[in-house]
DNA sequence: TATGAATGAGGATTCATTCAT
DNA sequence: TATGAATGAATCCTCATTCAT
């Protein structure tokens, strides 16, 4: 009996790290070669299983899809919180956030979050499926929210600004589709990046 | 003779015509289904005409898409310089920018070009066919640049913070992605909107 | 009247210039590029008139084709004629003939007429439309087997053999598309290649 | 592991079989209807499966053709091969070998392999993908030549004759097409015309 | 459970033919 | 009469998904 949970729970292990390897391996193509040009049998071949065998995983590509980004959403908010504990002000937080999107091993999957989530076609894919990945979404732009709440409740932040503008606008600089080239062309460090983003979010552009 | 010529014009202005309903048409369904979803069935049908009607205008589905992008791009560099002419201070061309991009007509195009050249489709294709976009692209980075160069060089920007980075910045927040729920969902005028991200872009969300 | 009637003949004469013309090119193209890969719109072009034009002339693509094959073979059976005019012998007259296939102007067409006339394709296209082709052929099988038969009543040819065989045996040897190589890449000149095929067709390969 | 294995065997023996059915009735269609009236989808429908599981099978439609062939000459060379083996002079050789074209199971692939090589259509496709093709091609004209130079050798053919033009006059003769209606129409036994042919081309019709 | 052969809907593209001008 | 724009049937090919083994 012993036995037979043992083998369940160890084979419920395998079948989860199956599950994160396709997951893995997915968001590499996906990244690479965007939705439609990426095939469910090259995901396959890629990961070393049959096509079918990742039908046993994810129902249809469009859910394996839907899963990389819950995976990759969930990732960021705990990523997040962990980024923001150990701040006090809200600037740097707010900061700290930027540090976490562009740096270290996760700047790839902000790539792909905001590359794919920006992309018509994932829209049309997330409007029918992803409602999981909506309020994912909502309590990112939640949290963002609630630190520039208490930004502008301590005096720290304009107050006149509407919250909602500044939470597009911070994430609009979150996006690192538009400094990609600086990075990887230019070859701007990112920490240097996110120094002036968030310079010229909080400070703005104009002297003083 | 003349007869001749004026129909050789009159021709030519309905070919031309046509065309430019087939780009318009192309454009509305590329917003709405992306590139993938987007069939050279639905343009034609949409457009009232014939599959291979659409051929005659197009080599290519590629071709088609490249030449909608050239065309707004093209006509986004020209309403580039026409918002900014009247304005004399660099903060005061950019607010027009800013403007142009999310008012009135231009509004829905600048959302197509910034929400499919995101898509990571859009970019192979125009990796592999679009050199003619990348040279557009690139005046107009070059025409912000210029801006902002401007704006430092009179002591109204900061100096401090590379150009490069500016412009990244800009043109983020120039993209009716991430403000688009701002406008259609909670109804907030666009020239609010552009108000803010001025304010904000200039001035920071910091209380000095 | 009688200009009116002249003016008649003139456009009449014109217009079987063009329609001799189009046959003309029509056949280039249709032996460098086979049937199928030959366009309408290509044959149109290359004569300088429009695709409509040719539609004038000739009610259908098969059609055109069934026209050039039939100018071919009457042109071929009236060469035929002029080619065994002066001779006296049956062998004579059969060497002849393959003279007049391999040698100067026609041999472009005795390739096609034997190029294409082997294609299924066309076999399909001749077997719906073209009767009037078979008669041809007919008449020019008809032809050679009357010299075979004059050679064998005159004591020339072996009469065990059956006429028909001959027949189909000589109009074998007469087809350029075995021997093509021959000619243009191993330069050999066409009446040596005539000789020696007479000669094998006449006396065989076995020396006696 | 020994299932697995016979398993593995079963499967592609299975493949082979189909890859076969699919290779026979191609060539039945494409030698009713050639090759562009006849469309993967019927070649499909005829076999009684899916379009795609063709695809399975050959990559393209002139991946399809051209393994017809290859299979096809294979097939002839082996024969070949086999027909003269028990044949000791030259001629008689030589007539085993249009024994073996005309008669029989083969005289079908005969049929197809010089229809189809002779239309201009086929010739564009093997100039562009079909070089395996062209040196099987080689290798029977080769094995020819080498029986013809052996029988001028030993005194039995006119050595007078440009092998060459012996091979290509021979190969001329071996293609049933013009010798198709003789058979099927006029009843012809094919080993009767197998006699006359070979006695044409050893001793000619000439009366000596 | 894992496989991968089979399916077939779907879409880009071509081109003979028609017909309004 | 000549044109060439418009048509749409036809075809190749891809790939997500299914299912027998």
């Not at 090259?42 to 469009?62: C, D, M, N, Q, W």
């Not at 540090?99 to 794919?116: D, E, H, K, P, V």
């Not at 999981?132 to 909502?138: D, M």
Request: charged residues 25%; neutral net charge.
């Amino acid at each position: 009996m012993a036995t037979t949970h043992l083998q369940q729970t160890l084979k419920e292990k395998q079948r989860q790290q199956r599950e994160d390897l396709i997951l893995k391996v997915a968001e590499e193509v996906l990244l690479e070669k965007g939705y439609y040009e990426t095939s469910m049998e090259e995901i396959a071949t890629r990961v070393g299983i049959a096509k079918g065998t990742v039908y046993l995983h994810f129902p249809s590509k469009e859910d394996l899809v839907i899963a990389i980004f819950a995976r990759d959403m969930q990732t960021f908010l705990q990523g997040f919180d962990t980024a923001i504990a150990s701040q006090t002000s809200a600037s740097e937080k707010l900061t700290a956030l930027l540090s976490f999107a562009y740096t270290g091993i996760f700047s790839n999957r902000t790539q792909l979050l905001s590359s794919i989530l920006n992309s018509v076609d994932m829209r049309r894919i997330f409007a029918e499926k992803g409602e999981c990945l909506r309020s994912i979404w909502q309590a990112l732009a939640e949290k963002i929210s609630v630190i520039l709440e208490e930004g502008k409740a301590s005096g720290e932040f304009d107050a006149s600004i509407p919250t909602g503008i500044m939470v597009s606008s911070f994430v609009s600089l979150l996006s690192p589709q538009k400094f990609e080239r600086l990075i990887t062309v230019e070859q701007l460090p990112p920490d240097v990046l996110v120094y002036y983003i968030s310079r010229i979010f909080f400070k703005g552009i104009v002297i003083k």
